[in-house]
């Protein structure tokens, strides 16, 4: 079945450096989003994609973060200058509009530490 | 406040009965979503169900809708130490799928099935 797979599965980093979350969305799905769990708190949405460009993002979403489809496959977040507070499970997803509903795949998340 | 909030927050069972999870949300909806989610990973789609419909089952699951009330719940059936898990509902808002549309999680229940 496919999947979307996220790299690295766990992230140390401190505070004020760059951090590159990857991502590789299911092949044929247009649509793509970040999402992010403090541990032991509700799934927050950061941003949608779809056709090259930011599509929606939240409150949470400012200047620090980025997102970019470098290439046909990949899909990255860029954390700039982190802080204590970015600390949290980063979960990619892809989807495709099927039968009039978006439902989503997720990968298995990237935890990102800062220290 | 969120759009989704499940209730209880936390529920612990015995192997073979019934756990039941509820869910509401603020705002008018095109469909509602169930999905898993195991200790550390990412989340699993478990089951849609549109705004025009009240109920809908899959294997030992069971969604209900009311609109009315704006609320959901999800029931497992005969529950297994394997279902042990935290369990989020998600909310689509848009009715066109012109960009991307996200979905707005819940805070989660916690579901443990002693074995």
């Known amino acids: 079945e496919p999947e979307v797979t996220q790299t690295p599965s766990h992230q140390v980093t401190q505070m004020g450096q760059e951090v590159i979350l990857r991502c590789v969305p299911i092949?044929?799905?247009?649509?793509f989003y970040w999402y992010r769990q403090i541990l032991g708190q509700k799934v927050e949405f950061l941003v949608s994609?779809?056709?090259?460009?930011?599509?929606?993002k939240s409150e949470i979403f400012d200047d620090q973060f980025s997102v970019e489809r470098p290439d046909g496959s990949n899909f990255t977040l860029k954390i700039r200058s982190t802080k204590l507070e970015d600390s949290a499970m980063y979960f990619c997803?892809?989807?495709?509009?099927?039968?009039?509903?978006?439902?989503?795949?997720f990968g298995a998340g990237s935890r990102l530490t800062v220290l | 406040s969120q759009q989704g909030e499940e209730d209880p927050q936390a529920l612990s069972i015995q192997e073979g009965e019934n756990a039941t999870m509820n869910c509401s949300y603020k705002t008018s909806i095109n469909n509602l979503q169930w999905y898993r989610q195991n200790s550390g990973r990412g989340l699993v789609h478990l089951i849609l169900i549109r705004s025009n419909e009240r109920e809908k089952h899959s294997g030992r699951l069971r969604v209900t809708l009311d609109t009315s009330k704006k609320s959901s719940s999800l029931l497992i059936t005969a529950s297994r130490a394997a279902d042990t898990a935290s369990y989020f509902c998600?909310?689509?808002?848009?009715?066109?799928?012109?960009?991307?549309?996200?979905?707005?999680f819940g805070a989660g229940t916690i579901l443990r099935v002693k074995s």
């Open positions: 998600a909310t689509d808002l848009d009715w066109f799928m012109e960009y991307g549309n996200k979905l707005v």
């Open positions: 092949s044929n799905h247009l649509y």
């Open positions: 997803a892809s989807s495709e509009f099927r039968s009039g509903a978006n439902v989503l795949t």
């Open positions: 994609f779809y056709n090259n460009e930011i599509s929606e």
